[in-house]
């Protein structure tokens, strides 16, 4: 089945500074990548999200890329500000079972230093 | 328009009880999640439900787990004999289709 891995677990950046996720899948088959960011005690929000037949997304200071061929996509942060911090998660469609899931990495816990 | 709703936000009980928790799905979601996350931990898929289609159980981890669902409307996870290791949050998810999946806010349920 589909495995998704997300790097790194933890991240601390200072204010201003631009943070980077990453995350790879094992299913070519996969085409659509979303991202949630977790706040304390909240439900996962969806930030931003990319289907396979384009390379780059970007709304604002956030951005995301996708790699069909190395099977990995990217979550990019410009400018970061201390309401960044957050858990971030990304996931990967899968198809089984008659109907798309979506696997989730494991997270990102992102720390903004003002 | 309003988001998932879950209920209660918050529940404790003791060892050996059962507990029901509720998902609201954002109106006209035909399909709707449940996982589970323990502390500090990623995304565990419990269940599916799609209209009116058989739903995927597979991510049940015992029977002691079932959940139930009318038509396209409101969600019941039960938990049966809740031992400690059940302690967790229970998200739920809704989706238009299989696409997007939009969360509720979770139960955090402590099991004494």
């Known amino acids: 089945g589909e495995n998704v891995e997300q790097h790194p677990s933890t991240l601390s950046v200072q204010e201003g500074d631009s943070a980077v996720i990453k995350c790879t899948y094992s299913?070519?088959?996969?085409?659509?990548f979303p991202w949630y960011k977790q706040e304390l005690g909240k439900g996962p929000q969806l930030i931003i999200d990319i289907r396979s037949n384009v390379g780059e997304k970007k709304d604002q200071r956030i951005a995301v890329t996708l790699n069909k061929t190395a099977k990995h996509f990217s979550l990019h942060i410009t400018e970061t500000q201390p309401e960044d911090s957050a858990v971030y998660f990304c996931?990967?469609?899968?198809?089984?079972?008659?109907?798309?899931?979506?696997?989730f990495g494991a997270g990102t816990r992102l720390a903004v230093h003002p | 328009g309003a988001g998932v709703s879950q209920s209660p936000s918050n529940k404790v009980t003791e060892k050996g009880k059962d507990v029901e928790l509720r998902c609201d799905p954002i109106s006209g979601h035909t399909a709707l999640y449940w996982y589970r996350q323990r502390l500090g931990q990623g995304l565990e898929f419990l269940i599916y439900f799609q209209g009116n289609s058989a739903p995927d159980k597979s991510g049940l981890p015992s029977d002691r787990f079932s959940a139930e669902r009318t038509g396209e409307s409101v969600s019941t996870l039960t938990i049966q004999r809740t031992q400690q290791e059940d302690s967790a949050v229970y998200l739920c998810?809704?989706?238009?289709?299989?696409?997007?999946?939009?969360f509720g806010p979770g139960t955090r349920l402590t099991v004494l």
């Open positions: 299913d070519s088959a996969s085409n659509y």
């Open positions: 996931a990967a469609s899968w198809f089984s079972g008659g109907y798309n899931k979506l696997i």
């Open positions: 998810a809704s989706s238009p289709s299989a696409g997007t999946q939009y």
